[in-house]
């Protein structure tokens, strides 16, 4: 749970869940004595009456817990001594906020939220945890059998409680991984989550939602070891990750958008290391690719992409053209591999994909997130497989990734002039104009010096290249007055600069020069 400002620690619920409703009742018709329950009270007013108590007690309720640190377990507790429903309140809060009129704080009262602190015995606590949210599902306050009760929506407790944890999906929420190892809840909370996601979105969204909840499943599987590797630490949630895997394979329609969007992390970590048996793995990884969700897919292929043999199970329920996009966009992980074995595995995955009819992967579409590697990308083009126009027209293709680092050099691995003529040289042979425009468009209109560049002394040589070489039309490049003051201030040789009919008459001035000071 994330906190906006420093929280007061408040230790008596109980009290201010009292004070909170002594502050808006107190001058009701029905007497309010200090051994008068609130929900008995709520119970004795009047339809009109009961309706502004509670709408005002719910917002008072809200603003005396906002920005507190207490025990939700504590209130949810003090809410039931006083014959009244913690879901209530909770609902209450949330439709004050529909209405118009003073919005009440933001106060997040999901009882789990006590596992966020050391717990000496979790299946103890949360068996205590998941017995309060029994007896609230089942309790039964005595101001529900009155006529002004059921216009107010609290009635469908299970989907009020669902909410209030539904909110605590993510891998970074502790409260909800300890949920998900040790509440009897959990499993039949994600299902339930599973097919409200399922209903309720479509396209990116869902793809989305389904993959952050798998992944904030399968985060609390995994420790960092001595050696800063994520490592199985023996929590076991194989019977609920299955169940959710086979609803969401067995529910969810593949789309374009599914295989484009979301991000998994611990999934693919968490199935790669639990399912080391081979016919048990394949089982798995044919129910995840089945499902379509590019966070879940990836996240397993990038875990596997150097074994082509548990690669290829998942590859395989995809179909061609996902397997494709998978395979493009887990390929980029090939960062530490060296670039012939990076081309030797290409090969063996060609093989294994034309083998198994999913087509050849010696296209553009399957190739194009290589060439963010210089070398790869020399080699790719030795062979022919490097079409910057092709890669162009790819929706995930951005050209600021095009030859952006070497080796495992991200930026200066242009160390002279020499690797430059290689570079410009290459971009022209694969047709990558339009990147070198890129390129000096934001060197030139956002002064944004080209990152692969070893020195800024080098941006000389780097435009005398592309000048000499017209790489870009050197009409282009000077198109403007202060294009060329920069050039000429940068130090770019005549020679290059004539290439451009824009260099001439007074730019080629001596004495103009010495006016602006060079």
């Given at each position: 749970m994330s906190r906006r400002r420093q929280e007061i620690p408040l230790a008596k619920p109980a009290i201010v869940l009292s004070n909170a409703y002594k502050a808006v009742a107190s001058d009701r018709t029905a007497k309010l004595t200090s051994d008068t329950k609130i929900g008995d009270h709520l119970a004795a007013l009047g339809d009109s009456e009961a309706t502004i108590t509670w709408k005002q007690f719910v917002l008072s309720v809200a603003e005396k817990f906002d920005n507190k640190h207490f025990s939700r377990s504590f209130f949810w507790i003090a809410c039931l001594k006083q014959n009244v429903n913690p879901l209530h309140v909770i609902e209450g809060i949330n439709n004050l906020r529909q209405e118009k009129g003073k919005a009440p704080p933001v106060v997040d009262f999901c009882v789990y939220l006590d596992a966020q602190q050391e717990?000496?015995?979790?299946?103890?606590?949360?068996?205590?945890?998941?017995?309060?949210?029994?007896?609230?599902?089942?309790f039964k306050a005595p101001y529900e059998q009155a006529d002004w009760f059921p216009l107010q929506n609290l009635q469908n407790l299970e989907a009020i409680q669902h909410y209030t944890l539904a909110r605590h999906v993510g891998t970074t929420d502790e409260a909800f991984a300890k949920f998900v190892g040790h509440s009897a809840n959990a499993k039949a909370f994600c299902l339930?989550?599973?097919?409200?996601?399922?209903?309720?979105?479509?396209?990116?969204?869902?793809?989305?939602?389904?993959?952050?909840?798998?992944?904030?499943?399968?985060?609390?599987?995994?420790?960092?070891?001595?050696?800063?590797?994520?490592?199985l630490n023996g929590m076991d949630i194989q019977d609920k990750f299955e169940s959710c895997l086979e609803l969401i394979s067995a529910k969810v329609t593949p789309s374009i958008d599914h295989e484009r969007y979301g991000y998994g992390y611990y999934i693919g970590k968490y199935i790669n290391q639990t399912y080391s048996q081979a016919t048990e793995y394949e089982r798995v990884a044919q129910a995840l690719g089945k499902t379509g969700v590019n966070g879940m897919t990836r996240s397993l292929g990038q875990e596997v992409f150097q074994n082509p043999g548990r690669f290829m199970p998942l590859a395989v329920a995809m179909g061609e053209v996902d397997a494709?996009?998978?395979?493009?966009?887990?390929?980029?992980?090939?960062?530490?591999?060296?670039?012939?074995?990076?081309?030797?595995?290409?090969?063996?995955?060609d093989?294994?994909?034309?083998?198994?009819?999913?087509?050849?992967?010696?296209?553009?579409?399957?190739?194009?997130?290589l060439t963010s590697n210089l070398?790869?990308?020399?080699?790719?083009?030795?062979?022919?497989?490097?079409?910057?126009?092709?890669?162009?027209?790819?929706?995930?293709?951005?050209?600021?990734?095009?030859?952006?680092r070497k080796g495992g050099e991200w930026k200066g691995f242009?160390?002279?002039?020499?690797?430059?003529?290689?570079?410009?040289?290459?971009?022209?042979?694969?047709?990558?104009?339009?990147?070198?425009?890129?390129?000096?468009d934001e060197d030139l209109v956002k002064n944004k010096t080209c990152k692969s560049l070893a020195d800024e002394s080098l941006r000389k040589d780097f435009f005398e290249v592309l000048l000499e070489t017209k790489a870009i039309d050197p009409d282009e490049i000077l198109k403007t007055p202060k294009r060329i003051e920069k050039m000429i201030a940068l130090g770019?040789?005549?020679?290059?600069?004539?290439?451009?009919?824009?260099?001439?008459?007074?730019?080629?001035?001596?004495?103009?020069?010495?006016?602006?000071?060079?």
């Open positions: 717990l000496e015995d979790a299946q103890e606590a949360f068996r205590k945890l998941d017995k309060l949210v029994s007896v609230a599902l089942a339930r989550h599973i097919e409200n996601i399922i209903e309720h979105s479509t396209g990116k969204e869902q793809a989305e939602l389904l993959t952050k909840l798998m992944d904030s499943m399968t985060h609390i599987t995994l420790t960092h070891d001595a050696n800063h590797q994520l490592k494709t996009r998978l395979f493009a966009q887990v390929a980029h992980y090939t960062a530490s591999i060296a670039p012939n074995d990076t081309l030797a595995l290409v090969d063996d995955y093989r294994w994909y034309r083998h198994l009819g999913l087509g050849t992967l010696l296209k553009t579409e399957a190739l194009f997130a070398e790869i990308t020399e080699l790719l083009h030795q062979r022919g497989l490097v079409d910057y126009e092709a890669m162009s027209r790819i929706e995930d293709f951005k050209t600021e990734d095009f030859c952006q242009l160390k002279d002039r020499a690797d430059i003529e290689r570079w410009v040289k290459l971009c022209v042979d694969v047709g990558a104009g339009a990147h070198l425009q890129h390129l000096v770019v040789s005549p020679h290059a600069l004539q290439t451009s009919k824009k260099y001439s008459g007074k730019w080629m001035d001596t004495s103009f020069s010495t006016d602006l000071g060079l």
